[in-house]
């Protein structure tokens, strides 16, 4: 059973840039995929982008590839969100998730907790 903490979340201005972890807990991350998405006040959860484990093949959502980069690190069994140029569209609740891959959030068993990330002057 997969735990996942996420961390490095904040407040930072328009253009900034950001990286998160999520850090699986429980020994080796067993799960085939680990996923970002992030959920925006009022808004349902959108996916952001996700990495197959092994062999760390990517797939990052459209509108996001030009500044969002997934990747991780299996020997800290941690992943990881890079964002740059930032800005207050950006704002959300940052989510780390472990599942069968995949858009839809319900191919996702084990959830993070949560990071908050605001942009804003």
């Known amino acids: 059973q997969e735990q996942l903490v996420e961390s490095g979340g904040g407040l930072v201005e328009p253009g900034s840039s950001l990286r998160l972890s999520c850090a699986a807990s429980g020994g080796t991350f067993s799960m085939p995929f680990m996923a970002w998405f992030r959920q925006a006040p009022g808004k349902e959860r959108e996916f952001v982008g996700l990495i197959k484990w092994s062999p760390g093949n990517t797939y990052t959502n459209d509108f996001l590839k030009d500044r969002f980069t997934i990747s991780r690190d299996i020997a800290k069994n941690s992943g990881y969100l890079q964002m740059n140029n930032l800005n207050p569209e950006d704002t959300a609740v940052y989510y780390c998730?472990?599942?069968?891959?995949?858009?839809?959030?319900?191919?996702?068993?084990?959830w993070g907790q949560g990071t908050q990330v605001t942009v804003s002057t």
């Open positions: 998730a472990a599942g069968s891959g995949g858009l839809d959030p319900q191919r996702y068993t084990f």
